[in-house]
């Protein structure tokens, strides 16, 4: 039986920024649309517009922009804003000290082989996630400069050397993660068989250069228990590429999410981690019963659809339509028949090669 109030998704804010996927584009699950097209922040002369509604502004991004206006200005940057950025007086010692502290906090030139001992010493899983939140933020913020100075004539050097690191580092954990995958691909197959349906590969113009993707993706067994089919004749994803196939996509993964086989990182879903439970495998047959779930989900976050810009275009041209329960059924009705065509055929689907007379 469906719960007519589900319980909230997640068990905490922080869980909810972190992890929750997008129900729309450019939308958190429960956070909602805004009556305007925009939101305006202004501090002085210093004013920041974003079209997207749904992403507030914080005092980081105006403290940043008021920042940059000094800078082009050649005026001193405040204390205050220096405060709300955390900029310190930057020197050259101060850089290298930050820099030597990062890479070798005791100086040791073992620092690296000394974290991987550590891990397998002492068998903890937390520790290799840690490690590998470390790796992301850096990656992050190598992105983050290359993004925030390529466009200024100033730092476009640096720009270009962060460009070229993240190149860097990126092309050397490609190239030694297959390595690893082609030589044990076992112990990828916890995630690569059921949490990826595409995977990073090194190539080149010249082929030698490059990974024998084929063996790679079928030794990893890449998205064999996905609900997709995932083959060069796989016809879904040609619909995930307007709004429409965008917002089904989206639904579609915030269910399979919401299974506790699938649930990583142990999230709370409340009612709808029971009802996605509750399903059986995905396929062309069970396939209705999974878009009931996604339904309530959309309605949950948005109940009433047609306040909603990115559900209420899905059909446009009908907004001439005398009655708007008609209009809100055929966005579910363009919402379904897009989630539907996700899932793949049952096994019961397929002729049975015993009973072949061929």
Same mark, same amino acid.
Request: net charge positive; hydrophobic share 35%.
């Given at each position: 039986?469906?719960?007519?109030?589900?319980?909230?998704?997640?068990?905490?804010?922080?869980?909810?920024?972190?992890?929750?996927?997008?129900?729309?584009?450019?939308?958190?699950?429960?956070?909602?649309?805004?009556?305007?097209?925009?939101?305006?922040?202004?501090?002085?002369?210093?004013?920041?517009?974003?079209?997207?509604?749904?992403?507030?502004?914080?005092?980081?991004?105006?403290?940043?922009?008021?920042?940059?206006?000094?800078?082009?200005?050649?005026?001193?940057?405040?204390?205050?804003?220096?405060?709300?950025?955390?900029?310190?007086?930057?020197?050259?010692?101060?850089?290298?000290?930050?820099?030597?502290?990062?890479?070798?906090?005791?100086?040791?030139?073992?620092?690296?082989?000394?974290?991987?001992?550590?891990?397998?010493?002492?068998?903890? #899983?937390? %520790? !290799?996630?840690? &490690?590998?939140?470390?790796?992301?933020?850096?990656? =992050?913020? @190598?992105?983050?400069? $290359?993004? /925030?100075?390529?466009?200024?004539?100033?730092?476009?050097?640096?720009? #270009?050397? %962060? !460009?070229?690191? &993240?190149?860097?580092?990126?092309?050397?954990?490609? =190239?030694? @993660?297959?390595?690893? $995958?082609? /030589?044990?691909?076992?112990?990828?197959?916890?995630f690569s068989r059921n949490h990826f349906w595409k995977w990073p590969v090194m190539k080149s113009t010249y082929p030698e250069f490059g990974d024998d993707e084929t063996a790679l993706l079928a030794g990893l067994q890449l998205g064999?228990?996905?609900?997709?089919?995932?083959?060069?004749?796989?016809?879904?994803?040609?619909?995930?590429?307007?709004?429409?196939?965008?917002?089904?996509?989206?639904?579609?993964?915030?269910?399979?999410?919401?299974?506790?086989?699938?649930?990583?990182?142990?999230?709370?879903?409340?009612?709808?981690?029971?009802?996605?439970?509750?399903?059986?495998?995905?396929?062309?047959?069970?396939?209705?019963?999974?878009?009931?779930?996604?339904?309530?989900?959309?309605?949950?976050?948005?109940?009433?659809?047609?306040?909603?810009?990115?559900?209420?275009?899905?059909?446009?041209?009908?907004?001439?339509?005398?009655?708007?329960?008609?209009?809100?059924?055929?966005?579910?009705?363009?919402?379904?028949?897009?989630?539907?065509?996700?899932?793949?055929?049952?096994?019961?689907?397929?002729?049975?090669?015993?009973?072949?007379?061929?």
């Amino acid at each position: 039986m469906k719960p007519t109030k589900p319980k909230t998704h997640v068990s905490n804010k922080k869980s909810k920024d972190l992890f929750h996927p997008f129900l729309l584009p450019g939308h958190r699950c429960h956070q909602w649309f805004e009556s305007s097209t925009q939101t305006v922040g202004k501090v002085g002369q210093t004013k920041i517009v974003r079209d997207n509604p749904g992403r507030s502004i914080s005092h980081f991004e105006l403290a940043e922009s008021i920042a940059l206006e000094d800078r082009k200005a050649g005026r001193p940057i405040g204390e205050l804003t220096r405060q709300w950025i955390e900029i310190p007086e930057w020197t050259d010692e101060r850089e290298r000290e930050q820099i030597r502290k990062f890479f070798r906090p005791n100086d040791d030139p073992f620092q690296i082989d000394r974290l991987g001992c550590r891990v397998l010493l002492n068998g903890s #899983s937390a %520790a !290799a996630q840690a &490690l590998g939140t470390m790796a992301e933020q850096c990656l =992050s913020q @190598l992105q983050s400069v $290359a993004n /925030k100075t390529c466009e200024n004539k100033l730092t476009s050097a640096i720009a #270009s050397i %962060a !460009a070229y690191q &993240l190149a860097n580092v990126i092309g050397r954990a490609c =190239s030694e @993660l297959n390595e690893l $995958a082609l /030589k044990h691909p076992r112990i990828f197959h916890r995630f690569s068989r059921n949490h990826f349906w595409k995977w990073p590969v090194m190539k080149s113009t010249y082929p030698e250069f490059g990974d024998d993707e084929t063996a790679l993706l079928a030794g990893l067994q890449l998205g064999k228990d996905l609900p997709l089919r995932l083959d060069r004749k796989a016809q879904w994803a040609r619909g995930i590429k307007d709004d429409a196939g965008k917002i089904a996509w989206h639904l579609l993964w915030y269910v399979w999410g919401a299974r506790s086989e699938n649930n990583r990182w142990r999230i709370d879903y409340g009612d709808f981690g029971k009802m996605a439970d509750e399903l059986p495998p995905l396929d062309k047959n069970s396939a209705p019963k999974w878009w009931e779930v996604a339904k309530d989900v959309l309605l949950n976050s948005y109940p009433q659809p047609l306040e909603v810009a990115e559900l209420a275009d899905l059909v446009k041209g009908r907004q001439k339509r005398r009655y708007p329960s008609r209009l809100q059924e055929a966005i579910f009705s363009k919402l379904e028949k897009r989630f539907l065509s996700f899932a793949k055929k049952s096994p019961t689907d397929f002729p049975d090669p015993a009973n072949s007379t061929g």
